[in-house]
C-alpha cells in the first residue's frame, strides 16, 4: 500500500509504476479524483482518511509499515500498526512525543517491533547493545549524544531573528526536508522532539540525553559508555542512510549513498547549544519531566506555531513564546488513554489559535 495526503499527480505515477494492492488518500477530493483518474484495469483500490490507513496497516498480508506522515496526523496510523504486531519503521517522531507510552506499550504486547528511520535514533540503535530495553545503566551505557547541525541560524545574531522569514528559516545548510521540519530544525524544536523521542525508544530519562552542536552533519549521534568508549556512527548526511538500513536489518543492504571521504570532510566540529538562543530545547526538556499530557500540548502547540510562522501570520521568535504559554496555560494530565492525548492536543491547538487571534492574553 502507499499513502499520501493530497497528492494525486504523485499517487498516480508511483501507483502505475508499483501497482500497490491500496493507495490511500488522506484528503477526500484527493481520493475521489485518484480513483476518477485510476485506469479502469488497475490493481489498485483507492481508501481515503483515517479508516483507510488503519485498514492497510493492519492488514494481514503486511509484515512492514513506515510511519513517514509529518506531525500529529500520523499518531492513530502508528498506533494501529503497533497493534497489529507489524515491523515498525518510525519516521513520525511526534507519536511518541505525543503518545509514547501508550505507543511502547502497544509494541510490547502485540510484540511489534520498533525501527527508528530518523537519522540520530538510527545512529543511536545501531550503536546500543542488545540488550538496552533492559535499561541503559544495567548495559552499560552511560548516556546518549544526540548531534545538531544547529540549522540555518546557529552564527546569526540574536538581535536578527525577529525578522527571520519562512524561505530563510527552510534553507537548510545540509539536509533537504519538508517546510515544517525545516523551521523546527531552524528552532531546534526538531532537537527538542527528539530528545523526548530517545527516552522512549532507549528506556531512558532526558538527563541522560545530550546534545550537541556539529555543523558538518556527518556524526549523527553518539553512544557512551560507562568505560569512557564513545561509539559514533558516521556517514555522509542522506537519509538513504538509516531507510536503508531499517528496511534490510538486521542485514546491510545498499543504500545508494556516496561513500564518505574523511580526507575531504578533514574537520569535525563540536560546539554546546545555546538554549537562550533557542528555547526550545529547554521546553521539550521541561515538558517531557512533567510527564503526561505536557509533551502532546508541546508538540501541538509547536505545530499550529510553526504553521502560523510559514503562513505570515506571527514572526520566527514568537514561535518559542507561544508554546511556553500553552505548557503555562493548558491543564496537563496524566496518559490514559489515546483520548486523553487527543484532548491535550485539542486544547493546545485551540489556546494557541485564540492567542494568535488576539483573544487570550
Known sequence: ALTAHSSVDTMLDQCLAFEPRFAVMMDETAATQLRERMPADAVTEVLQGEPGLSQVVSAPEVDVVMAAIVGAAGLLSTLAAAQAGKTLLLANKESLVMGGHLLMRAVREA?????????????????????????LARCGVSRVVLTASGGPFRCAAPETLHAVTPEQACAHPNWKMGPKISVD????????????????????GPELVDVVIHPQSVIHSMVEYVDGSVLAQLGNPDMRTPIAYSLGWPERVPSGVE??????VKTLDFEPPDEERFPCLRLAREAMAAGGTSTAVLNAANEVAVEAFLGGRSGFMEIPGLIEAALESVPGGPVEDIESVLAADRAARAFVTARLNGGVH
Open 185 to 204: 530544525s531552524a528552532t531546534m524544536m526538531n532537537k527538542g522532539l527528539e530528545i523526548i523521542e530517545a527516552c522512549w525508544l532507549f528506556n531512558t
Open 111 to 135: 510484540g511489534a517491533r520498533l525501527l527508528p528511520i530518523d537519522s540520530e535514533h538510527n545512529a543511536v540503535f545501531q550503536c546500543m547493545p542488545k540488550s538496552f530495553a533492559d535499561g
Open 259 to 264: 561513500r564518505l571521504d574523511l580526507l575531504t
